[in-house]
């Protein structure tokens, strides 16, 4: 049967809608105010950088007369072809597009905006001009490389924050909708904007997943496990064996901190954790707790102690085996590679290989990320710290949003408040809006160290629990897996690491992104990999070189793991070794969401 649209609303019905929701905004923005005024005002990024940012490029505009006339005559140039051709094609002549969006750009599918031709030139005037503002920008004389980096960036969010698809009088899908509606989607929107103002307590957190779709242990984080061991940092979790006999040599995940572990259990279909367990390896994972203040002193050396080191002594109490093979992932990935230079240090074994996800160990080149990281805007975050003992999670979490802006804030925005959908029950965006906070001191040890001055490859450039560490004396047999688009950690700046380690190295470049680039199993036979066995020193020169394979890497891994993972031995259950059952798999650190 066609589907029945709902009438279109009273006129009462929606005056009533709109009066209720406009007092539920103005308490939400006057809750904003007041927590402004007490110290609850810090944004990432500060205004205050971003106008100064601006400012600077301005200057130095004007004092380049020059430069600044070729721009203004490249506008105008521009803008006579656009309104040229905008003049053939209201004529009814054939017309080649003066400007097209790039390849996969969502914002403009609808075929209206190529079809009508008031969009279509509404459509090529904002991709000329955004066009020409963002080369205006990127070709500013005199700035130095981090400001060329933070102007490329903001200019960028500008520009999409333009789009022509963000309003609603200029696009044609919000358009058609409310007229089919009879406003009806707008209504809703203006529900869904207060409801997001609310949950924001003023500032507008954008719905991107219906959040009520998901429990931990009920259909995200399923597979089955034990937690076996907890301190104030850590749970640590041992999954219950898929299999009658198991690799002897136990597998221990260091997962993230930003965020959770369950990105790698997300659902039973694409849970690298379950496909772990059912290929015949002993799992554990370490759940990272949310902190609060009372966690404020703890340091990074805190999560290398309490995290992977006291893992191994936990796995070795739970299993009887001396060594693991070792997964770190992202930040996971970085405290891994100090872990294991630690222990080189102080002559620790334990470690038969280690598998870095995404990692990275040299910051020179991290991506835009780096757009956050200069001495001031690290003194700001250092002093916002200080006063609350962590960094909100709601901060990192907009960081990476920022990076993917057109996908992970405007086209919710559209969805939500333009067409007065709701966001779809998708497991990856509830676990990306499940975020953490930091505690001060690591977390300002870990931007200002790291990021800031790149220490971490620099041999005893780093000192942790009184231990100078070089990486070079790490000999660990590494496999190494990069993405291609990954915007966090990008691959060049972590295959720098190949020529770092001492022991044998695997480099494996995944096709997509941070998350989808590592978490593809093989059953959705998605995406591909590429292999190579040389590792010269550039990047370009290794991919030149590699061979693309289709599908997923994870059964490349795991051909490469079996020779460090021991012969077979009876399955092990959780918690009928050394250590008893604590509670059961998720565990309790992973449902702690901490109000901000």
């Not at 040229?84 to 209206?112: C, H, I, S, Y």
């Not at 975050?381 to 804030?409: C, K, P, S, T, W």
């Not at 690591?442 to 070089?470: C, W």
């Amino acid at each position: 049967m066609p589907e029945t649209k709902p009438p279109p609303p009273d006129p009462m019905e929606a005056w009533i809608s709109i009066t209720r929701n406009l007092g539920r905004a103005q308490a939400a923005i006057a809750d904003y105010v007041e927590r402004s005024r007490n110290g609850n005002g810090f944004t990432i990024p500060d205004s205050g950088v971003v106008g100064d940012t601006f400012a600077e490029a301005w200057l130095h505009l004007l004092a380049n007369p020059k430069q600044l006339a070729e721009a203004q005559l490249d506008f105008l140039r521009r803008q006579n072809e656009l309104w040229q051709m905008a003049g053939r094609r209201l004529a009814g002549e054939p017309v080649t597009p003066v400007a097209e969006p790039p390849k996969g750009d969502k914002r403009f599918a609808d075929e209206e905006w190529t079809r009508e031709a008031a969009f279509d030139v509404i459509k090529q005037a904002y991709l000329t001009t955004a066009d020409w503002v963002q080369t205006t920008m990127r070709n500013v004389d005199g700035l130095d490389p981090h400001t060329h980096q933070k102007l490329d960036f903001f200019t960028r969010l500008a520009v999409d924050a333009w789009a022509p698809s963000n309003f609603l009088l200029t696009n044609p899908k919000a358009l058609r909708a409310t007229i089919e509606s009879g406003g009806r989607n707008l209504l809703d929107g203006l529900e869904h904007f207060v409801t997001d103002l609310e949950r924001g307590h003023g500032a507008l957190s954008i719905s991107m997943t219906d959040y009520d779709a998901f429990e931990l242990g009920r259909n995200v984080a399923t597979t089955p496990g034990k937690v076996v061991f907890q301190n104030d940092l850590m749970q640590l979790i041992q999954y219950a064996p898929a299999t009658e006999t198991v690799f002897r040599r136990p597998l221990l995940i260091v997962p993230p901190w930003i965020n959770k572990f369950y990105i790698l259990d997300l659902r039973a279909k694409n849970s690298f954790i379950k496909w772990c367990v059912d290929q015949g390896l002993t799992v554990f994972v370490i759940s990272w707790v949310n902190p609060d203040q009372s966690l404020s002193h703890k340091t990074f050396d805190d999560y290398m102690l309490e995290g992977p080191l006291a893992a191994l002594e936990a796995i070795r109490q739970a299993t009887g085996e001396a060594s693991v093979n070792i997964v770190g992932y992202c930040i996971g990935g970085t405290l891994t590679a100090c872990t294991l230079a630690y222990m080189a240090a102080r002559r620790m074994r334990g470690v038969a290989s280690a598998t870095y996800l995404v990692a990275l160990t040299d910051f020179a080149e991290a991506g835009e990320v780096k757009v956050f990281i200069d001495e001031h805007q690290l003194d700001l975050l250092d002093e916002h710290m200080a006063q609350r003992g962590y960094l909100e999670g709601r901060h990192m979490a907009g960081v990476f949003n920022l990076m993917r802006d057109n996908d992970l804030i405007w086209s919710f925005a559209i969805n939500n408040y333009l067409l007065g959908k709701e966001p779809l029950p998708f497991d990856l965006l509830y676990w990306n809006a499940d975020s953490t906070r930091m505690p001060v001191m690591m977390h300002s040890f870990y931007l200002r160290r790291m990021y800031l001055e790149n220490k971490l490859v620099e041999p005893g450039g780093i000192s942790l629990a009184g231990t100078s560490i070089d990486l070079r004396r790490i000999r660990t047999p590494t496999y190494m897996l990069s993405a291609a688009d990954d915007h966090i950690a990008p691959w060049k700046a972590t295959y720098a690491a190949t020529g770092v380690y001492s022991g044998p190295v695997k480099f494996v470049l995944a096709a997509s992104g941070h998350i989808a680039g590592v978490v593809n199993p093989p059953s959705a036979n998605k995406y591909s990999y590429w292999t190579n066995r040389d590792l010269p020193a550039d990047p370009d020169a290794w991919l030149a070189g590699a061979a693309q394979r289709l599908g997923s890497w994870w059964p490349d891994w795991l051909d490469w793991l079996k020779p460090h993972a021991g012969p077979q031995v009876p399955a092990r259950q959780p918690a009928a070794g050394g250590l008893p059952a604590i509670e059961d798999a998720p565990g309790s650190y992973v449902k702690l969401r901490l109000a901000e």
